[in-house]
């Protein structure tokens, strides 16, 4: 296939990217090279004959009209997007525009082409989101059960508003105007080429510089997490074998606590990285909780499991261990990074004033 990938040069984008290099398709990256998104990430494969790179904004429908007539793929995997919570509670407009109209913009372009193409069943738009947009659970120890296909959209961020607004619009150009369309809602990712805001690469980073390691609230809130490799397989097996119209919830089969979490990263930097005195959970901080913040995420990955036989293959403790031994060793990568907009430091406290029409400037 040549698949055409959004956002492909950031965290899930690239790992999507590289994967589907390795199993014999042709992909064209496109990404508008926004704070998040490092062609580094890519490197392995920039010269790969099946790999091209085009700049462009899912926002400019002129750029995505000219770039899908010039390489004519067979499938679209939409990735790009603005992803960090705490930025979406700061600068909310921001995350309408691109997740919202960026995606209305693909779809638009991305049914033409397929018209074009003489509407070929063939063709896949697969939309990739989030288990966000599902709101948050009770404890599983109160009966808070698991997300599936069929639970109710319940968004409570700004980010995950407008990550249920895209899934609503993907679903809607399938039954309106018949665009063959697929959909999945993942937990939270980890692995290599993680954006250095994020929880896990924030523990890792501060805990190497001896700084604070920040736990929001009393870090009871429950993640599913999925390692970022596992994540780009099944994202390619729902792309192949999924059915249109049809959406898959992918989880990692690995709840932790936030707390559960950092101290088993603490752990294994202790035993691969010892500081000179003291352990890293020593450096372990609790900060003001973000607002809004959703207690529990968890995923029943039934349905991919049974209809198209995909399951993880990592577990939290082997992901972990990677990840670390990942930053250790590329540390150039991760210093790069640093100096870019809001890492390092602290957002999404709700206290950045109400936007006027314009960007928040922090």
């Not at 398709?25 to 926004?34: I, M, R």
């Not at 960090?84 to 372009?109: Q, Y």
């Not at 698991?146 to 980010?159: G, N």
């Amino acid at each position: 296939m040549k698949i055409l990938v959004t956002g492909g040069a950031g965290f899930i984008g690239s790992a999507v990217v590289r994967q589907a290099i390795a199993a014999g398709h042709d992909v064209v990256n496109l990404d508008a090279l926004t704070y998040a998104a490092c062609l580094d990430n890519v490197a392995s494969v920039a010269e790969h004959p099946g790999y091209a790179f085009e700049k462009a904004d899912i926002r400019d429908r002129a750029a995505l009209d000219r770039i899908l007539a010039a390489h004519r793929p067979d499938a679209v995997m939409h990735l790009a997007a603005e992803s960090h919570v705490d930025r979406s509670i700061d600068g909310p407009g921001t995350f309408i525009e691109t997740n919202v109209m960026g995606t209305f913009h693909l779809l638009e372009a991305a049914r033409a082409y397929w018209i074009n193409q003489g509407s070929p069943d063939s063709f896949r738009f697969h939309h990739i989101s989030t288990d966000e947009v599902f709101g948050s659970l009770a404890p599983a120890a109160e009966g808070g059960g698991q997300f599936t296909e069929d639970t109710p959209y319940d968004p409570r961020s700004p980010y995950s508003a407008s990550k249920a607004s895209s899934d609503h619009l993907v679903m809607a150009w399938y039954h309106t105007y018949g665009l063959p369309v697929v959909l999945s809602n993942c937990s939270n990712n980890y692995g290599p080429y993680h954006f250095p805001e994020k929880l896990i690469p924030v523990v890792i980073l501060n805990a190497l510089a001896g700084k604070p390691i920040p736990i929001y609230g009393d870090g009871s809130n429950v993640r599913d997490w999925l390692y970022v490799e596992d994540h780009a397989d099944a994202l390619l097996t729902v792309l192949q074998r999924g059915e249109t119209g049809r959406s898959y919830a992918i989880g990692g089969e690995n709840e932790r606590s936030n707390l559960e979490l950092v101290r088993t990263i603490c752990a294994l930097l202790d035993a691969k990285h010892p500081r000179k005195t003291g352990a890293y959970a020593d450096l372990i901080t609790y900060v003001t909780d973000r607002p809004g913040h959703d207690a529990r995420y968890a995923i029943d990955p039934t349905r991919i499991r049974t209809e198209l036989g995909w399951r993880p293959s990592v577990t939290v403790e082997e992901g972990l261990a990677k990840t670390v031994d990942w930053y250790l060793d590329n540390r150039a990568w991760w210093q790069a990074l640093q100096a870019r907009d809001g890492v390092g430091t602290r957002l999404g406290t709700g206290t950045g004033g109400a936007e006027t029409g314009r960007e928040v400037r922090r």
